[in-house]
């Protein structure tokens, strides 16, 4: 169980304003945290990872990490951080950043299959793409097993392509190790496919708080329109079949006959369109 009940002061997007962020998280969730830019997202997580200041009370697991002003030191409290710019050693290999974490070598063998970079083991993050160096920073930050793993938008830089394989890493790391994971990201679909309980941040307070459906699952309005998005998830309801698909800011539930659940696919790009007040799907 993480507690957190801080205030920190901070200049926003529309000036000064109060970080005020009163919470608790189980452990083992995935929870992301999306709102609008300078609304507090990554000053909570570097908050929680002990990288900034801040007043009032931070308590994992029965281990206290603030208490008033008096803080835990960041390298005390067993946290991975995952950051856009990868932030790797570039004079050591693949295999080099991660045992520089910590040695042992079982662990880096087993994170480096996991996640097929064991080919890649003896390069330098030079000769490495993007994905792979975000692959490498996301192993590195397993090394200390840690308690909470905090990441800062890790695949906007990616291509779609990508981002899908390396969200699929990334929740296939998170149920083998069970880590808690807090994530900033702005993207609907990616917070869906990763996250359990979803934090919509505004002006330093927490605005919404619910799972991805009850966050971002909008109903659609009378007027015509056509969209594209990208299919996330079959339904069925008492023999009815629907498409969950993210369109933008949104996800929306489209019926579907059964030959349609057939022809399409998770992942696929579709036209939403609506007619008299009925979305269907175009594929």
Same mark, same amino acid.
């Given at each position: ?7 920190? *002061? ?15 998280? *189980? ?15 990554? /000053?909570?997580? =570097? +908050? ?47 295999? &080099?950043? $991660? ?5 042992? =070598?079982?662990?880096?063998?087993? $994170?480096?299959?996991? /996640?097929?970079?064991? &080919? ?19 192993? =590195?930050?397993f ?14 830089? @990616?291509?779609?392509?990508?981002? %899908? ?5 990334? @929740? ?7 880590? %808690? ?19 919509? $941040?505004?002006?330093g ?5 619910? %799972?991805?459906?009850? +966050? ?5 309005? &009378?007027?015509? !329109? /056509?969209?594209?998005?990208e ?9 009815l079949? !629907?498409a @969950?698909?993210? $369109?933008?800011?949104?996800? +929306?539930?489209?019926? @579907?006959?059964?030959?349609? /659940? ?5 992942g ?6 609506? =007619? &008299?007040?009925?979305? %269907?799907?175009?594929?």
């Open positions: 169980m993480i507690q957190l009940n801080i205030s920190k *002061q901070l200049h926003g997007s529309n000036g000064k304003m109060e970080l005020n962020i009163k919470l608790e998280i *189980q452990k083992g969730a995935f929870v992301a945290l999306a709102g609008e830019s300078g609304s507090g997202k990554t /000053t909570l997580l =570097r +908050i929680v990872a002990g990288l900034e200041e801040a007043e009032g009370m931070i308590v994992v697991d029965d281990e206290v990490w603030l208490d008033g002003k008096k803080a835990l030191s960041p390298q005390k409290r067993g946290i991975g951080f995952v950051f856009q710019d990868y932030a790797l050693f570039p004079n050591m290999t693949v295999e &080099e950043n $991660l045992l520089f974490v910590e040695k042992d =070598r079982l662990l880096a063998d087993e $994170l480096l299959v996991l /996640t097929e970079l064991s &080919e890649l083991r003896k390069r330098l993050p030079s000769t490495l793409s993007g994905g792979q160096k975000q692959r490498v920073a996301l192993c =590195r930050a090394m200390k097993r840690p308690k909470i793993l905090l990441m800062d938008e890790p695949l906007s830089a @990616l291509n779609p392509e990508m981002r %899908t394989k390396l969200q699929t890493e990334i @929740l296939m790391l998170h149920k083998k190790f069970g880590t %808690t994971i807090i994530m900033v990201s702005h993207d609907p679909s990616e917070i869906y496919k990763l996250a359990e309980q979803v934090l919509i $941040l505004e002006q307070k927490i605005l919404k708080n619910g %799972t991805p459906k009850e +966050i971002y699952l909008k109903g659609v309005d &009378e007027k015509k !329109f /056509t969209f594209d998005g299919l996330l998830e079959f339904i069925e309801k008492k023999n079949y !629907f @969950l698909v993210s $369109l933008g800011e949104e996800l +929306i539930e489209v019926p @579907l006959s059964q030959q349609e /659940t057939e022809i399409l696919k998770i696929d790009r579709v036209q939403i369109g609506s =007619r &008299e007040f009925s979305p %269907t799907i175009f594929y």
